[in-house]
């Protein structure tokens, strides 16, 4: 059974800080990553992908992947109030266009 | 940007009634997918769809059914509704080009069965 964890929080930071969220998958095969954040009673936002191994940076988001250790994080750089939410992992199953995703990671900035 | 619309936030049926839920993207996506969210279960996919007519059974698809007539427009049908199936139901879509296929969603239809 292929799987993505995630650790389900909460994970509390201090307003300002970085946030770091985790997730480990199983397929070694997959070859796409992607962070969703999801508010309480929406459904989810695509915040960022990634297919290479290494850090790729988007604004006060960075995810990073590393094949080898079948890891991927999500940093939130000067986390905001706004930034609490649960956020989900996800790969891309190899060989489909199907996904399978963690049970998502809640985060409380603090104020 | 990418649009995807789903018929009703909010539905309430009851047990045994024929339930339809739509789901519409507007960017010319091949792919079509139906989830259902459930707390600490996180998004299940119950069906998948790869091009016009044709679909592929996700994870949980008893009690499930779909349909895609049209490119844009990807339907689930819960033959008779029953109380396990209360759920908040998630459409999305993406491409297969772009190499990413990233998936898009809808706002969601929270489905309550009585």
């Known amino acids: 059974q292929k799987e993505v964890e995630q650790n389900s929080g909460p994970l509390s930071v201090p307003e300002g800080a970085i946030a770091s969220l985790n997730c480990t998958y199983s397929?070694?095969?997959?070859?796409?990553f992607f962070w969703y954040r999801q508010y309480s009673g929406k459904s989810p936002e695509l915040i960022m992908f990634?297919?290479?191994?290494g850090d790729k940076e988007d604004g006060r988001f960075t995810a990073q992947l590393n094949k080898a250790s079948q890891y991927v994080s999500l940093l939130i750089r000067d986390s905001q109030p706004s930034d609490s939410a649960t956020y989900l992992c996800?790969?891309?199953?190899?060989?489909?266009?199907?996904?399978?995703f963690g049970t998502g990671t809640r985060l409380k900035v603090l104020a | 940007d990418v649009k995807v619309t789903q018929s009703s936030r909010y539905l309430v049926k009851r047990t045994g009634e024929k339930v339809f839920l739509e789901c519409v993207q507007d960017?010319?996506?091949?792919?079509m997918f139906w989830y259902r969210q459930d707390p600490g279960l996180g998004l299940r996919l119950i069906y998948f769809?790869?091009?016009?007519?044709?679909?592929e059974k996700g994870d949980i698809p008893e009690g499930y059914s779909v349909s895609r007539e049209k490119k844009e427009r990807f339907s689930l049908i819960l033959e008779s509704a029953s109380t396990n199936q209360t759920s908040m139901y998630l459409c999305?879509?993406?491409?297969?080009?772009?190499?990413?296929?990233?998936?898009?969603f809808g706002p969601g239809t929270r489905l309550t069965v009585t």
């Open positions: 999305a879509s993406s491409s297969t080009t772009g190499g990413g296929y990233e998936q898009y």
């Open positions: 960017m010319d996506h091949e792919n």
């Open positions: 769809s790869y091009d016009v007519k044709m679909k």
């Open positions: 990634i297919y290479s191994n």
């Open positions: 996800a790969a891309a199953l190899s060989g489909t266009y199907k996904y399978i």
């Open positions: 397929d070694r095969g997959s070859q796409s």
